[in-house]
């Protein structure tokens, strides 16, 4: 097929060549037409007979023969068609079957600008060789005949904003199969059960291209039947795994009836999950909804003229909450960031989907003992213990684990000694129980099937779990050659295919994942271990510690934007109105699929000073104290638990700074042993507090130098909170020192999303634009995970020691605070200025003060700066926020000497959404079965019209020259009560639309800060009802 363009209106077009219509493809065109009055992240596309398009406007977008497309993307608004313009052909699976089970191997990827002309001489550049279809110019006078569009000379001065996209697409580890009628992504004994084209059997797990490809799956699906069988057969839509396909041809002795040998079909399918996608040291473990990282499914298939063989195994990150933060070398720190209790769903989750999916699961972990990779053994057998031990669990007796030391049993044994691991206990019953499946080729009829999987993993998932992978693929293979074909078994082109085919699928996977080839594949191949061989593999360590430290990030960005992870992302979607109407209709009946839930959140902040805490208790009270210097102790209670006969807080959320001292080498190293100690202070208080109410886990905390944030949630919300993560950020120094800065932690409760922060700006009384300075970076880089920003939440909290001073001489600061003159002194504070004149903390409110400034103490006492500095006191320990379901309930400080600063805390109540997704599922049915039905009264307009209208209240009559509509009796003056529930929905996690601040909001802060007064505006009139899709299209 081609790749054509209209250039006015503009407008794509994909369109069968003459030589796919010789091959039996129907003369088709897909099309696809920006919509330039909609929304930029809308098109229009189009499948009509060749017959019924002008080729005569058309000119070819590219010289290369397109293989098909991808799907559409958006990037700044710019939408992308996606489009495969060369492959390689792998060979066929399975030969002896009457669907050709053919694969291909993207090798280009090239992306055209649906909306905009600017990029058409970029994509140019990359036609460097024509494709071996160039010359075919289809039917004399036709569009093909027409000039390509020339590429400008020279080198460009930009690059196409798609360009890191066509690195990833274009490694060489994405396959298609090469026709429709078959499955790629789906294990053999699966695909032989379903019917249907492979179009309508895909295992969603493995294609990665789902995201940019479900615009295009959304229209066909909306096609008639005969339509879709047609779009089909052009292969316009291109659905792609990422992982390795190798086929080798394998001759083999034949019986003696028979003179020539035997030629069987030895291949091995590896699919890479991309639901936790990620590099090495950027995605870790498993998320909240049971997907982990590095997460393949290898399947071994074996065919011949009579059956073929199919064996399947999977390996994953271990599926827990852990993490490798900084720098990494070739000594590896792990990081487990959650415990037990918080990380034991997730886990669950995890392996109940395999279960489902493979019936039982045998997990083999290849860690070995020393102090990191112990510690996560330690932690991954315990999670088994407690998800075999559950009542509940939906997986009893269907999961068992085996630990083997790779490491300990090479430096032994050799790696030959490996091989003993399927001799083991658990393994060898595992290999004898599952099996493997058996396809008569004959019957067309799966005749065995796999009863479960092994589940292989080491650290990284890649060389040690490759190597035992290949060792359990040979052993269940010479079972089945036994029992079917014994006189097989001893063929040495057989097995050296096979170690051929494991190398390299090591070396594939590898690369994905880490940047290199994969390490002990000289031994996979050859079975021996030579001095070539071991100083490849310092080599590759060496490159992956550069690519994994100082590349990865570029590349994680890339592949979060081809899944549509980034939070500001736009998905692209076909027009259509129908739908578009339903989404409105549902959004303003958010009330009736979803409720509400009161939760309260505890903040505190806190600057340390370097103060190390301890643990002192009496035997009658709780005495959870921080020891002074030489001045006795003091209780945190008065901080976390600051009013009387009030409930127990749902979360704990706390900030610390100069958590450590900020020396050069705390800087240049952090101590993470001040955060354990900290965290083992805050537990024993809430431990033995008197009339304890609840009992809570640390869920998360992180560090960078000496500031930490500690998030601690009631136990029984364990499984309502989701999607945690968290994120850190340097100022010192320019951003190269670690301080000053910020760490932040982003979570999930129920249906809304809260971002904490808590952060230790630049000091000094006269730094105040370095401390602005500092606020945005923090607010514009801090970015967590799957390109989360701090602006993708619905409610965020600044807990921190902002730094910011009082603009007023020492002695005049001090008088006005011994006469409780506040808000005199607050009129000066930089905090408060800078927020007025929005160059810092834009959007943020805060808490009226009604407390004295928490700096700078003399340490144990109640004193402000009496030494030689004599520094003037100042609000420099804030709590600022912003979310419309924020109500803060009390905001001050609590009386604790044992610092330099006192400890701030603000109370909020929050209102959390809870999202019914069945009952939301079932409005939005029923919303378009009304919109579709038709009468002789009711046409689709007026349909259209009153599912817009239909859930809103009723409407005022219209103005006129005497009465404006918001003016009446029951309003004088157009002032109107709205007592609605008042609840702003979840926003789209892909919209970059900050939250607004209304005049009252304004009002308000201003009436705190006393700077300047604001007469009274009318309140905005009632929100109009939603227009529909038709009149907004009109």
Same mark, same amino acid.
Not at 499 to 527: C, K, M, P, Q, V
Not at 611 to 634: A, H, M, Q, W
Not at 693 to 719: C, E, N, P, W
Not at 893 to 911: G, M, N, Q, T, Y
């Given at each position: 097929?081609?790749?054509?363009?209209?250039?006015?209106?503009?407008?794509?077009?994909?369109?069968?060549? *003459? +030589?796919?219509?010789?091959?039996?493809?129907?003369?088709?065109?897909? !099309?696809?037409?920006?919509?330039?009055?909609?929304?930029?992240?809308?098109?229009?596309?189009?499948?009509?007979?060749?017959?019924?398009?002008?080729?005569?406007?058309?000119?070819?977008?590219?010289?290369?023969?397109?293989?098909?497309?991808?799907?559409?993307?958006?990037?700044?608004?710019?939408?992308?068609?996606?489009?495969?313009?060369?492959?390689?052909?792998?060979?066929?699976?399975?030969? $002896?079957?009457?669907?050709?089970?053919?694969?291909?191997?993207?090798?280009?990827?090239?992306?055209?600008?649906?909306?905009?002309?600017?990029?058409?001489?970029?994509?140019?550049?990359?036609?460097?060789?024509? /494709?071996?279809?160039? =010359?075919?110019?289809?039917?004399?006078?036709?569009?093909?005949?027409?000039?390509?569009?020339?590429?400008?000379?020279?080198?460009?001065?930009?690059?196409?904003?798609?360009?890191?996209?066509?690195?990833?697409?274009?490694?060489?580890?994405?396959?298609?199969?090469?026709?429709?009628?078959?499955?790629?992504? #789906?294990?053999?004994?699966?695909?032989?059960?379903?019917?249907?084209?492979?179009?309508?059997?895909?295992?969603?797990?493995?294609?990665?291209?789902?995201? !940019?490809?479900?615009?295009?799956?959304?229209?066909?699906?909306?096609?008639?039947?005969?339509?879709?069988?047609?779009?089909?057969?052009?292969?316009?839509?291109?659905?792609?795994?990422?992982?390795?396909?190798?086929?080798?041809?394998?001759?083999?002795?034949?019986?003696?009836?028979? $003179?020539?040998?035997?030629?069987? =079909?030895?291949?091995?399918?590896?699919?890479?999950?991309?639901?936790?996608?990620?590099?090495?040291?950027?995605?870790?473990?498993?998320?909240?909804?049971?997907?982990?990282?590095?997460?393949?499914?290898?399947? #071994?298939?074996?065919? =011949?003229?009579?059956? /073929?063989?199919?064996?399947?195994?999977?390996?994953?990150?271990?599926?827990?909450?852990?993490?490798?933060?900084?720098?990494?070398?070739?000594?590896?720190?792990?990081?487990?960031?959650?415990?037990?209790?918080? %990380?034991?769903?997730?886990?669950?989750?995890?392996?109940?989907?395999?279960?489902?999916?493979?019936?039982?699961?045998?997990?083999?972990?290849?860690?070995?003992?020393?102090?990191?990779?112990?510690?996560?053994?330690?932690? &991954?057998?315990?999670?088994?213990?407690?998800?075999?031990?559950?009542?509940?669990?939906?997986?009893?007796?269907?999961?068992?684990?085996?630990?083997?030391?790779?490491?300990?049993?090479?430096?032994?044994?050799?790696?030959?000694?490996?091989?003993?691991?399927?001799?083991?206990?658990?393994?060898?019953?595992?290999?004898?129980?599952?099996?493997?499946?058996?396809?008569?080729?004959?019957?067309?009829?799966?005749?065995?099937?796999?009863?479960?999987?092994?589940?292989?993993?080491?650290?990284?998932?890649?060389?040690?779990?490759?190597?035992?992978?290949?060792?359990?693929?040979?052993?269940?293979?010479?079972?089945?050659?036994?029992?079917?074909?014994?006189?097989?078994?001893?063929?040495?082109?057989?097995?050296?295919?096979?170690?051929?085919?494991?190398?390299?699928?090591?070396?594939?996977?590898?690369?994905?994942?880490?940047?290199?080839?994969?390490?002990?594949?000289?031994?996979?191949?050859?079975?021996?271990?030579?001095?070539?061989?071991?100083?490849?593999?310092?080599?590759?360590?060496?490159?992956?510690?550069?690519?994994?430290?100082?590349?990865?990030?570029?590349?994680?960005?890339?592949?979060?934007?081809?899944?549509?992870?980034?939070?500001?992302?736009?998905?692209?979607?076909?027009?259509?109105?129908?739908?578009?109407?339903?989404?409105?209709?549902?959004?303003?009946?958010?009330?009736?699929?979803?409720? #509400?839930?009161?939760? =309260?959140?505890?903040?505190?902040?806190?600057?340390?000073?370097?103060?190390?805490?301890?643990?002192?208790?009496?035997?009658?009270?709780?005495?959870?104290?921080?020891?002074?210097?030489?001045?006795?102790?003091?209780?945190?209670?008065?901080?976390?638990?600051?009013?009387?006969?009030?409930?127990?807080?749902?979360?704990?959320?706390?900030?610390?700074?100069?958590?450590?001292?900020?020396?050069?080498?705390?800087?240049?190293?952090?101590?993470?042993?001040?955060?354990?100690?900290?965290?083992?202070?805050?537990?024993?208080?809430?431990?033995?507090?008197?009339?304890?109410? /609840?009992?809570?886990?640390?869920?998360?905390?992180?560090?960078?130098?000496?500031?930490?944030?500690?998030?601690?949630?009631?136990?029984?919300?364990?499984?309502?909170?989701?999607?945690?993560?968290?994120? @850190?950020?340097?100022?010192?120094?320019?951003?190269?020192?670690?301080?000053?800065?910020?760490?932040?932690?982003?979570?999930?409760?129920?249906?809304?999303?809260?971002?904490? !922060?808590?952060?230790?700006?630049?000091?000094?009384?006269?730094?105040?634009?370095?401390?602005?300075?500092?606020?945005?970076?923090?607010?514009?880089?801090?970015?967590?995970?799957?390109?989360?920003?701090?602006?993708?939440?619905?409610?965020?909290?600044?807990?921190?020691?902002?730094?910011?001073?009082?603009?007023?001489?020492?002695?005049?600061?001090?008088?006005?605070?011994?006469?409780?003159?506040?808000?005199?002194?607050?009129?000066?504070?930089?905090?408060?200025?800078?927020?007025?004149?929005?160059?810092?903390?834009?959007? &943020? +409110? +805060?808490?009226?003060?009604?407390?004295?400034?928490?700096?700078? &103490?003399?340490?144990?006492?109640?004193? &402000?700066?009496?030494? +030689?500095?004599?520094?003037?006191?100042?609000?420099?320990?804030?709590?600022?926020?912003?979310?419309?379901?924020?109500?803060?309930?009390?905001?001050?400080?609590?009386?604790?000497? *044992?610092?330099?600063?006192?400890?701030?805390?603000?109370?909020?109540?929050?209102?959390?959404?809870?999202?019914?997704?069945?009952?939301?599922?079932?409005?939005?049915?029923?919303?378009?079965?009304?919109?579709? *039905?038709?009468?002789?009264?009711?046409?689709?307009?007026?349909?259209?019209?009153?599912?817009?209208?239909? %859930?809103?209240?009723?409407?005022?009559?219209?103005?006129?020259?005497?009465?404006?509509?918001?003016?009446?009796?029951?309003?004088?003056?157009?002032?109107?009560?709205?007592?609605?529930?008042?609840?702003?929905?979840?926003?789209?996690?892909?919209? %970059?639309?900050?939250?607004?601040? %209304?005049?009252?909001?304004?009002?308000?802060?201003?009436?705190?800060?006393?700077?300047? @007064?604001?007469?009274?505006?009318?309140?905005?009139?009632?929100?109009?009802?939603?227009?529909?899709?038709?009149?907004?299209?009109?």
């Amino acid at each position: 097929m081609h790749l054509l363009l209209q250039e006015e209106p503009r407008a794509l077009y994909l369109v069968t060549s *003459s +030589e796919d219509e010789r091959l039996g493809l129907p003369p088709r065109a897909l !099309i696809f037409k920006p919509i330039s009055n909609r929304t930029s992240s809308q098109i229009i596309v189009e499948f009509l007979p060749k017959c019924e398009v002008d080729l005569g406007n058309l000119v070819r977008l590219t010289n290369r023969s397109v293989q098909g497309c991808l799907g559409v993307l958006n990037i700044a608004n710019d939408i992308f068609i996606a489009v495969v313009t060369s492959v390689n052909f792998i060979g066929n699976l399975r030969p $002896g079957t009457e669907i050709t089970e053919n694969v291909s191997r993207v090798q280009d990827v090239q992306f055209f600008c649906i909306n905009s002309s600017a990029y058409d001489d970029l994509s140019q550049i990359s036609d460097v060789l024509a /494709s071996p279809t160039f =010359t075919d110019f289809g039917d004399s006078g036709s569009a093909y005949s027409q000039p390509s569009i020339q590429a400008p000379s020279g080198i460009p001065i930009y690059e196409h904003p798609c360009a890191p996209l066509v690195k990833i697409l274009s490694t060489g580890t994405f396959y298609f199969a090469a026709r429709p009628q078959w499955d790629i992504s #789906t294990r053999l004994g699966v695909r032989c059960s379903l019917d249907g084209n492979g179009m309508d059997r895909q295992d969603g797990r493995f294609i990665w291209n789902e995201y !940019i490809a479900q615009p295009l799956l959304d229209f066909r699906e909306r096609l008639d039947h005969s339509e879709q069988s047609e779009l089909d057969a052009c292969q316009f839509i291109l659905l792609v795994i990422q992982g390795f396909v190798g086929v080798f041809d394998v001759p083999l002795p034949a019986p003696p009836s028979h $003179g020539a040998p035997v030629i069987g =079909t030895i291949a091995l399918v590896s699919r890479l999950g991309w639901k936790r996608a990620g590099t090495r040291f950027n995605t870790r473990g498993v998320d909240d909804d049971g997907n982990c990282a590095n997460f393949v499914e290898t399947e #071994t298939i074996f065919s =011949t003229s009579d059956h /073929s063989f199919s064996y399947v195994q999977v390996r994953g990150s271990i599926p827990l909450f852990w993490e490798q933060q900084g720098f990494q070398t070739f000594g590896q720190k792990i990081q487990i960031t959650k415990p037990q209790i918080a %990380s034991q769903p997730a886990f669950d989750r995890h392996f109940m989907q395999l279960a489902e999916e493979y019936s039982a699961v045998h997990a083999i972990n290849l860690l070995g003992t020393k102090e990191n990779e112990a510690i996560l053994s330690e932690a &991954y057998a315990a999670h088994i213990q407690a998800a075999a031990r559950a009542p509940e669990s939906a997986t009893p007796g269907k999961i068992g684990i085996t630990h083997f030391d790779f490491h300990q049993s090479v430096r032994i044994g050799g790696h030959d000694s490996v091989r003993e691991i399927r001799r083991l206990p658990g393994v060898k019953d595992g290999i004898e129980d599952y099996g493997y499946t058996v396809v008569d080729l004959a019957l067309n009829e799966v005749i065995l099937r796999q009863k479960g999987v092994f589940r292989t993993n080491c650290l990284d998932c890649l060389d040690r779990t490759n190597f035992v992978e290949d060792i359990l693929s040979r052993s269940v293979l010479e079972n089945y050659l036994f029992n079917f074909r014994s006189d097989w078994v001893a063929s040495n082109s057989l097995w050296s295919n096979h170690r051929e085919l494991w190398a390299e699928n090591g070396d594939a996977l590898s690369r994905i994942y880490a940047g290199t080839g994969a390490l002990n594949t000289s031994f996979t191949r050859s079975g021996k271990r030579t001095l070539a061989g071991v100083l490849a593999d310092a080599s590759k360590s060496v490159s992956r510690a550069y690519i994994n430290n100082f590349q990865d990030k570029a590349k994680q960005t890339a592949i979060d934007t081809f899944l549509g992870n980034l939070p500001h992302q736009k998905q692209v979607t076909a027009f259509d109105p129908i739908h578009d109407t339903v989404q409105a209709a549902l959004l303003a009946r958010v009330f009736e699929y979803s409720s #509400t839930k009161l939760t =309260t959140i505890f903040t505190g902040t806190w600057n340390l000073n370097g103060r190390v805490g301890t643990r002192s208790y009496t035997p009658r009270t709780v005495t959870n104290f921080i020891p002074l210097d030489k001045t006795g102790s003091e209780s945190l209670l008065r901080w976390l638990f600051p009013l009387p006969n009030t409930p127990d807080p749902d979360l704990f959320v706390i900030g610390f700074q100069e958590i450590v001292p900020l020396t050069a080498q705390q800087i240049l190293q952090t101590d993470p042993e001040k955060l354990k100690r900290w965290e083992a202070i805050l537990m024993e208080t809430l431990i033995r507090r008197p009339d304890k109410k /609840s009992d809570y886990f640390i869920l998360r905390s992180a560090q960078l130098v000496g500031t930490a944030l500690i998030i601690l949630v009631r136990s029984d919300l364990t499984g309502v909170i989701r999607n945690v993560d968290a994120a @850190t950020r340097k100022t010192g120094l320019r951003g190269m020192s670690g301080n000053k800065g910020a760490v932040a932690i982003r979570l999930q409760f129920h249906d809304t999303s809260f971002c904490f !922060i808590t952060a230790h700006l630049a000091a000094g009384q006269a730094n105040y634009e370095e401390r602005n300075s500092d606020y945005r970076t923090i607010a514009h880089s801090l970015h967590f995970q799957r390109g989360r920003t701090i602006e993708s939440h619905d409610n965020v909290i600044w807990l921190a020691d902002t730094n910011y001073r009082i603009d007023l001489d020492n002695e005049t600061v001090r008088a006005l605070v011994a006469a409780g003159d506040l808000q005199t002194l607050l009129l000066s504070d930089q905090l408060k200025q800078a927020m007025a004149s929005r160059a810092a903390f834009t959007e &943020y +409110e +805060e808490g009226p003060i009604l407390f004295e400034p928490t700096y700078r &103490y003399n340490v144990g006492t109640d004193l &402000y700066d009496t030494s +030689e500095k004599m520094r003037i006191p100042a609000w420099t320990d804030r709590i600022l926020y912003q979310g419309t379901s924020l109500d803060l309930s009390a905001y001050s400080k609590a009386d604790i000497r *044992s610092s330099d600063h006192r400890p701030v805390f603000a109370l909020f109540r929050a209102e959390v959404r809870i999202v019914d997704t069945a009952k939301k599922m079932g409005i939005s049915q029923q919303l378009l079965a009304d919109l579709l *039905s038709k009468n002789d009264i009711q046409t689709l307009e007026s349909n259209f019209t009153r599912i817009s209208v239909g %859930s809103t209240h009723s409407l005022p009559p219209p103005s006129s020259d005497v009465a404006a509509w918001w003016e009446d009796e029951d309003h004088p003056n157009g002032v109107y009560v709205d007592t609605r529930q008042n609840f702003q929905s979840t926003s789209n996690p892909f919209d %970059s639309s900050s939250n607004s601040n %209304s005049s009252d909001d304004e009002l308000y802060k201003d009436a705190q800060t006393e700077t300047f @007064t604001q007469p009274r505006k009318k309140p905005p009139p009632p929100p109009r009802p939603a227009r529909s899709a038709i009149d907004s299209a009109q």
